[in-house]
């Protein structure tokens, strides 16, 4: 198993996404990039720890491979907006990739590369691409947040439309029901 570690907005979006993909094994919301440990939620969304909220993916790299989990993260979010995602403003919110060693850095700045030179999104590709660091796995009830709150108001009108249309893109790669 691999891991991989990603922040694309409100990571109950980004885990809801992740989740069904064929390979991954397990996928964990938390926060990293930061400069104080166990940073609680609260502290996170003032905007002073300089976390990210991110998921960490455990992954089987027989079944997925890691520019597959990168083209599903890049085609699930804006990485063209600087700390934004949707309503969610902040540092926290920020397009990030926190490679785990130097294969997963390379393969990640060339697929930016290619993404920004094919002209794939209106403006230039924003995602920061940093080091693996200390990675805090966010209180128990952000965990699973969409599947355990399925009818909460954001899950119904962000979190929803945005694993419909994940679905429909990667139907191949889904988990069997």
């Not at 996404?17 to 400069?35: A, E, L």
């Amino acid at each position: 198993m691999k891991q991989a570690t990603f922040g694309s907005g409100c990571f109950w979006c980004t885990e809801a996404v992740f989740q069904d993909v064929m390979g991954v094994q397990s996928v964990v919301s938390g926060y990293t990039g930061g400069k104080i440990s166990n940073p609680t939620y609260r502290e996170v969304c003032s905007g002073r720890t300089g976390h990210a909220e991110v998921v960490q993916i455990t992954y089987d790299p027989e079944v997925i491979r890691y520019d597959e989990l990168l083209e599903i993260f890049w085609k699930t979010h804006d990485p063209t907006t600087l700390n934004r995602q949707g309503a969610d403003v902040g540092t926290q919110y920020r397009s990030v990739v926190y490679y785990h060693d130097e294969e997963q850095k390379k393969l990640t700045e060339e697929y930016k590369q290619k993404l920004d030179e094919s002209g794939a999104f209106a403006g230039p590709i924003v995602t920061e691409i940093s080091p693996s660091e200390t990675f805090y796995p966010a209180e128990d009830y952000h965990q699973n947040y969409y599947k355990n709150n399925p009818e909460q108001g954001y899950c119904s009108f962000v979190i929803r439309p945005k694993v419909d249309k994940f679905k429909q893109v990667f139907s191949n790669k889904l988990k069997s029901a």
